[in-house]
Structures are given as C-alpha cells and as structure tokens.
C-alpha cells in the first residue's frame, strides 16, 4: 500500500481518532461486562425488575451506537492512511475544518450529511459496516466449524482425525482405482466391451438386430407384428379372449356341464365320496389286501401267475409245432 505523507494537522487528527478509537472500545468492553452482569441478577421485586430492564435496554441501545461510531473511526483512520481523509465519500468535495474539529470520522459535508439523513442518498458508511458485520458473522462462523472439524467431530472431522475411518476411505479409494484399471486393461464384463474391438462389434449387432426387429413389428411382418397391425387377427384374438370370459362367467354362474359340476353339491359329494373310496382301494393295494392286493405284495402269488403264463405260452407254442401230439381226430361211420 502507497504510504502518503501526514502534514500535521493530519498528524493531530490521527491521534484524536486513535484516542477515540481506545476510549470506544474500552466503553464496548464495559457495556458488554455489565450486560453479562445484568443478565446474571435475579431478583424478584417488582420495581427492581423493572429498573434492571430498562438498564438492559440502556446498555443494549449504548453498544449499538458505539459500535456504529467506532466503524466511522475505523474507517476515518484508514481514509487517513490511504490519502483521502477530509474528502466527502459521495460528492468528492473537502470537508469543512470546523466540522471535522468538532467530529475527526465524518465521511461527509454538511450538504451531503443531510441528504444521507433524509435518505436522498446511501449512507455508504453504513453499508459497509453492515457487510463488516456480516463479514464477521461469516467469520465466525467458519472459525467454529474449523474447531468443530479439528475436535474430530462431524463426517469431515471423523475422516481427517479418524485413523479407522481414514484407513477404510483409503482402501475403498485403492479399490476404485483398481477396478478402473482392470476395465482400461480389458479385464471383467465391463472390459472387454470398452476396449475389445470385436465385442463392440457384437454390441453394435445385437442393436442393428433389435432395430431390426423393431422395424419388422411396426411394418407387421411376423406373428407379433401381424397381432400390433393386422386388425383381423386382433379381432380375433379380442374374440377368443371374450369368449373365454364368457365361459368363465357361465361356469361361475353355474351353467353347462363343467357349470353344473362347480356348483351342485350332490355332484360334489358323489365325486369325494368317490376320491375317498379309491384312496381306500389304492391303501389296501398297497397294504397287499384282497386279490389284487395279495397280487401286487404277495411275491409267491405274482411267481405262480407268472410261471402259469409262461407254461401256457410253451403249451401253445408246441401245440402249434406238433399238433397230432395233443389233437386226435375220431371218426365213427353209422
């Protein structure tokens, strides 16, 4: 920064401001120690209330204005130092010695004082000490997340202290990188379709296949495109559709045969009657019950049978080999 040199009376004023500017801060300091001191009272009679609520607002009201003026001094001493002090900030015209005699910060003339006052014009003073505050507010804010970051608190805090957490990040990072190198270098199902040439081919074909495919329905080529265009197979297939609704319905409704059979608990009763009796039939063959029991358990039972059929077919067999041994012809004359 360009250092201007301070003629004396500039020199003077510099030391009113800075006098002005420790006398300030000292009262701030007061007024916010008293402030914490009257929040910290309790008492409970009515008038000492009162009296403490007005000593509230006092202090309250006593800050604000001393912090505004104490922004105005700030800013006159770095008017001083830049070159400028004594310029008005809107107008650009030297500031009458009488007024900054009686007040060092003023940033205006009187004529543009009033204009400021009556709000014809932005009290530029003002403005900036509200972004000075809000700058502050930021700030301090930023401040408490730092601190809140470097107790290892929050996602952020726990990622950059945790050594646990740190270490899984890492690995999860080192993973990551790894798989993207194994599809650069052609590795997986991923791989080989970004960097083989033959299996973009494939891909490629599969498409031209499918759009393909695509043109064939709309052009209502093949079952499925004569069933999207063809408005008599459409018919037809809304017709099958109706019908079987409509059988469905009169089986519901109970008519026909299959009608009948869903609805007449008669018919019902004979057909479980029914089921019932052969599952008894089917529990008594198994159990090798009755003849046909006997027949399918009892081994010496289905042994004779068989032997009897295969002595039945050797019977037959030689029968019609040599029939004269078993058929013998008598004829008697009368």
Known sequence: MTQFSKTPQQRRFEERLRHQQQHLEHSMRSAAKEGRQAMAEDTLDVADQ?????????????????????????????????????????????????????????????????????????????????????????????????????????????????????????????EFKGLVDDIQSGKGSIGPLITSDEAYKKVMAAIDKINVMVDDLQQGKGTAGKLLKDPELFDNANKAIANVRQLTDDINAGKGALGTMTRDQEF??????????????????????????????????????????VETRELLKSIRENPKKYLTFHVKVF
């Open 50 to 174: 009162a009296v403490l609520s007005y000593q509230k607002e006092l202090i309250f009201s006593q800050g604000t204005e001393g912090h505004t003026q104490l922004s105005q001094v700030r800013l006159a001493l770095e008017r001083l130092r830049e070159g400028t002090f004594g310029e008005c900030l809107h107008c650009g015209q030297e500031i009458g010695e009488k007024r900054l005699e009686a007040l060092p910060w003023s940033a205006y003339c009187i004529a543009c004082q009033e204009k400021v006052e009556t709000g014809q014009i932005e009290d530029v003073v003002r403005a900036s000490q509200g972004t000075l505050q809000n700058m502050d507010g930021l700030l301090k804010r930023v401040d408490r997340i730092m601190s809140f970051i470097e107790s290892g608190k929050g996602s952020i805090g726990k990622v950059i202290y945790d050594p646990s957490l740190y270490k899984q990040l890492n690995a999860t990072v080192t």
């Open 268 to 309: 019902a009763a004979r057909l479980k009657t029914l089921m019932n009796n052969l599952s008894e039939l089917s529990e008594r063959l198994e159990k090798g019950e009755g003849t046909a029991g006997m027949l399918f358990k009892d081994p010496a039972l289905y042994n004779n049978s068989n032997q009897m059929l």
